[in-house]
């Protein structure tokens, strides 16, 4: 009996989800509720309502909640629009319409979608040059409807995709594809990479009693990133186990708590994941297959001189303002900067230029100056012997820097302290 109920409900639901008039929804929707779903079929509601639940859980119906509840044939409207739905549970009629046609009913996430705002991408050292086709095509994968590419950015250590990343959030929310309130959410994959369960909790939650300890229910960070963009940084160290259930949600949308058989939970996340491996050497084929965009980041040595000087002097003006003082720099201490053999890239980068500062403000502060002098002396030895390899980089860096020390200000802004130093007003 249970089955020929269950049965009868759902091919009430196929065809009434078929009979939709979509130029008309609000009036023709009706037949997908339990009201009309009683009239018809002569079952009562709340028996309905039972088998309704058991559908949703088994993915076969959709739930559009508001009052009444909707419920939709997941089978049929996923051949009318030829792909996989995102999510399988919308909080409204109106989010329900924004998903599947944005073009028609999202006017705030389409027809004011602004692909040319000014955004954190445009103060990338490198934005107009070495970077601008990566940026472009982070830019594609944020804006692509309904809810934009999945993306793995790809890199030798230090290269900066922790902070691309950020960049993607920060455009995601300017141009209007997210939401302000929105949350970027991130997790090193890493961390207790050795214990798989706790890694699994953390991501996807847990369940009450689903192993030693979990002594209540627990939304993971899966749950956290709704309606925003979760980034996994080393997602190379997440287990097999992990990425599968990570293409799931990929694919329809859904997870399951750890602990969890029965209860199907959806979110509407955007994933940007970071490896420094071969993702090919290091990750599941099927997984990969699930992500469209790669973006590979350039290192440091494959960077143009003047934007490795750009960044040398960013640096530079960047301890100016933690350290409230004038930072007077030789132009030979420039070059050094600009060609020593930095290995960790740009984090490396900024760190060695920290300590030189750190080294020259103990110095500062035994002296008693108005600013800073960077000497010799200062350099860490490793930075220090690039002061003899540059060779003619000087007559290179020339052609960029004004004569003279390099004198960056606390009291001038970025682009201030760059025509300050440089000969021309060089886009960055």
């Not at 028996?47 to 088994?58: D, G, T, V």
């Not at 792909?83 to 027809?111: A, R």
């Not at 961390?191 to 798989?196: K, L, M």
Request: aromatic residues 8%; hydrophobic residues 40%; contains cysteine.
């Amino acid at each position: 009996m249970q089955k020929t109920r269950n049965t009868k409900i759902y091919q009430h639901i196929l065809d009434a989800t078929a009979s939709i008039d979509w130029n008309n929804v609000e009036q023709s929707i009706y037949r997908c509720q339990i009201k009309n779903i009683e009239e018809v079929t002569k079952i009562g509601s709340n028996n309905i309502s039972m088998e309704l639940n058991r559908l949703f859980s088994r993915d076969k119906v959709l739930r559009i909640r508001g009052r009444p509840v909707t419920y939709l044939s997941i089978e049929y409207l996923e051949k009318m629009l030829g792909y996989k739905l995102p999510q399988l549970e919308f909080q409204s009629l109106p989010d329900f319409l924004k998903t599947i046609y944005p073009s028609k009913y999202d006017k705030t996430k389409n027809d004011t979608l602004d692909a040319a705002c000014i955004s954190d991408f445009d103060l990338l050292i490198g934005s107009s040059k070495s970077l601008r086709a990566h940026i472009e095509q982070a830019k594609a994968a944020i804006l692509y409807p309904p809810h934009g590419l999945d993306t793995l950015l790809t890199g030798a250590t230090g290269v900066g995709k922790s902070h691309f990343a950020h960049c993607m959030f920060d455009f995601a929310k300017k141009s209007g594809r997210l939401k302000k309130s929105s949350s970027l959410i991130t997790y090193n994959c890493a961390n207790y990479a050795e214990n798989p369960q706790l890694v699994m909790s953390q991501l996807f939650g847990h369940s009450k009693g689903s192993f030693t300890g979990a002594i209540s229910d627990q939304a993971g960070l899966v749950e956290l990133a709704d309606q925003g963009i979760l980034f996994l940084d080393e997602i190379h160290r997440l287990n097999p186990e992990g990425q599968e259930k990570l293409f799931l949600l990929m694919d329809k949308g859904i997870f399951r708590r750890l602990g969890e058989t029965q209860t199907t939970r959806h979110a509407d996340v955007l994933l940007i994941c970071a490896t420094t491996e071969t993702p090919q050497s290091s990750m599941l084929s099927t997984f990969l297959r699930r992500i469209p965009v790669h973006i590979k980041l350039p290192s440091l040595s494959e960077r143009s001189v003047l934007e490795r000087l750009l960044l040398v002097i960013f640096f530079f003006w960047k301890e100016a303002m933690t350290l409230k003082k004038e930072i007077r720099i030789e132009q030979s201490m420039i070059i050094t900067f600009v060609h020593y053999d930095c290995p960790n890239n740009i984090g490396q980068l900024s760190t060695d230029i920290k300590l030189t500062c750190a080294n020259a403000y103990y110095k500062h502060l035994l002296e008693k100056k108005e600013h800073l002098d960077i000497e010799f002396g200062n350099l860490n030895p490793h930075i220090a012997l690039s002061l003899f390899t540059a060779g003619g980089s000087s007559k290179i860096l020339s052609q960029f820097l004004r004569e003279g020390p390099v004198i960056i200000s606390r009291k001038d802004s970025l682009q201030d302290c760059f025509e300050k130093c440089l000969i021309d007003h060089i886009r960055i």
